[in-house]
């Protein structure tokens, strides 16, 4: 097994060169010297992204090595998108999700969740998918479904010892395990920080056009999909597909209670980290009106660093006490890599924009598109060709690369490029069907509860469901909420 993945991974490599050679020297789309080098290196990045040939944010430094080397821009100009405002909102987001982990703020609010809603087969998952999507919110997917998987297995234990026969344990434990995935993925499109590809979408937006796209904005239109795909889980799980037809039970009730207990009340220090959370949010979601006042003038990455900032200020314990809440030693479970990999792809965008490619792009997409003129049937197609690239493509790689694409075509036809790529990019992260389609899929099928159809016949109907509203979100809300985006 080891021998063929290095051979598949030495393949992938060569696979990129290649690409990048051939781009080069061949010129297929007979483009100029800058052109054809752009496109040879957005080639070698996009090939070793999509079979991740080497770690992800390796492959975003390649614009600080070749495009000074090729001409395309220079180091400095270069090196200014791995510095990009947008990055340091993730930054921000990143740390007080630390903080919330660090001080088991989490678990707290995860088993509470999941005692109120009851502790019959139906309501677990309920209280799973509740508490799971609220988390993802703010943390990382990622981190979200790891730590809900010991309590997801520790729940599905105690519920097969004490169960006596009684409902379908099998498929309480698989509906369990595809909710703390898929609930995470649904879950994080509702904030802009709620997971990658909404950053890198963002960032494109405000470098490309010029425009932010606020925090709270975006929670107007994508909170709802999210709330109605977590609406829409439930009732597959356990109306649909996987029904238990488990009671509530008196053992699970004690466990969660135990669970509750043994955290105790909360303390100082969760209070302080709840504190600072909940007033991040707030100034999130109310910038608009403070600004409007006048006295200050905030914008998401500010607040995000403000926040985070009052995390390493504040103290984790009496005033006098050294420590603080998140101290710089904590930073090293910071995923950097993502950072990093917003940088490279906002380098990657800026230089295909510069060599005219993707204009030209969105020109010729654009003459493919029919009569539909921007309307529900394009909309559509994106999200639906979106949704089942992303079930074989890193989401983030794959909103990083279709980002310039789906601006081109919104430019070259005239209309809003938010209808567009809105759509992709939230689509991007709700792929359901196959485990390597995002990390928290991963996650959960190696639970050992899950096998690979329930997965895909699974997914497949959320996958649809996901294009319907995503779909009618983009062109029925945005653009009743943002106005029209343009050079």
Not at 40 to 56: G, Y
Not at 70 to 79: D, F, R
Not at 160 to 171: C, D, T
Request: charged share 10%; aromatic share 10%; proline share 4%.
């Amino acid at each position: 097994m080891t021998k063929t993945k290095d051979f598949l991974n030495l393949g992938a490599l060569l696979a990129g060169v290649f690409s990048f050679l051939f781009m080069l020297w061949v010129n297929p789309f007979d483009l100029d010297k800058l052109g054809s080098a752009t496109l040879a290196v957005a080639a070698l990045m996009v090939v070793w992204w999509v079979s991740e040939a080497l770690p992800m944010a390796v492959v975003a430094f390649l614009p600080l090595i070749l495009f000074p080397l090729l001409g395309i821009n220079s180091l400095k100009a270069t090196a200014v998108s791995y510095g990009d405002s947008i990055i340091f909102l993730f930054m921000g987001g990143f740390m007080i999700g630390l903080a919330i982990e660090k001080w088991n703020l989490h678990t707290r609010i995860a088993l509470n969740i999941i005692r109120i809603t009851g502790t019959s087969g139906d309501r677990i998952v309920l209280g799973f998918i509740l508490s799971t999507g609220f988390l993802s919110m703010w943390l990382s997917n990622t981190a979200t479904t790891m730590m809900m998987f010991p309590i997801a297995t520790s729940i599905i234990h105690v519920v097969s010892e004490n169960r006596q026969g009684h409902g379908n344990i099998k498929n309480f434990s698989l509906a369990v395990m595809l909710a703390i995935a898929y609930a995470s993925n649904f879950g994080g499109i509702a904030t802009i920080i709620g997971t990658p590809p909404n950053v890198a979408f963002v960032s494109f937006i405000k470098e490309k056009y010029d425009y932010s796209i606020g925090f709270a904005d975006w929670m107007i239109i994508c909170a709802p999909i999210a709330l109605l795909l977590l609406i829409s889980l439930y009732i597959v799980l356990t109306k649909w597909l996987y029904p238990n037809r488990m009671k509530k039970d008196l053992a699970t009730r004690e466990l969660i209670r135990a669970k509750i207990e043994q955290l105790g009340p909360l303390k100082p220090t969760e209070k302080r980290v709840l504190i600072i959370f909940v007033s991040t949010a707030f100034l999130w979601m109310f910038k608009d009106l403070i600004n409007a006042i006048g006295w200050i003038t905030l914008d998401d990455t500010i607040i995000a660093m403000l926040g985070a900032l009052a995390l390493f200020i504040c103290p984790a314990g009496s005033i006098k006490d050294s420590h603080r809440i998140l101290e710089w030693s904590d930073t090293s479970r910071m995923a950097w890599g993502i950072l990093y990999l917003f940088g490279g792809g906002i380098a990657l965008a800026g230089a295909l924009e510069k060599a005219g490619l993707i204009e030209r792009m969105g020109s010729w997409i654009a003459g493919m598109s029919g009569a539909d003129g921007g309307g529900i049937m394009l909309i559509f197609a994106v999200a639906l060709l979106s949704i089942f690239i992303s079930e074989m493509m890193s989401n983030i790689a794959q909103v990083i690369v279709f980002s310039p694409v789906m601006a081109g075509i919104a430019d070259a036809m005239g209309i809003n490029p938010l209808l567009l790529g809105l759509p992709m990019a939230l689509a991007a992260s709700c792929a359901s069907m196959m485990p390597m389609g995002t990390p928290p899929n991963a996650i959960a099928f190696a639970s050992g509860h899950i096998k690979m159809g329930q997965m895909v016949k699974t997914g497949f109907v959320m996958n649809i469901i996901s294009i319907v509203l995503i779909t009618l979100f983009s062109y029925y809300v945005v653009p009743l909420l943002i106005p029209t985006v343009s050079n």
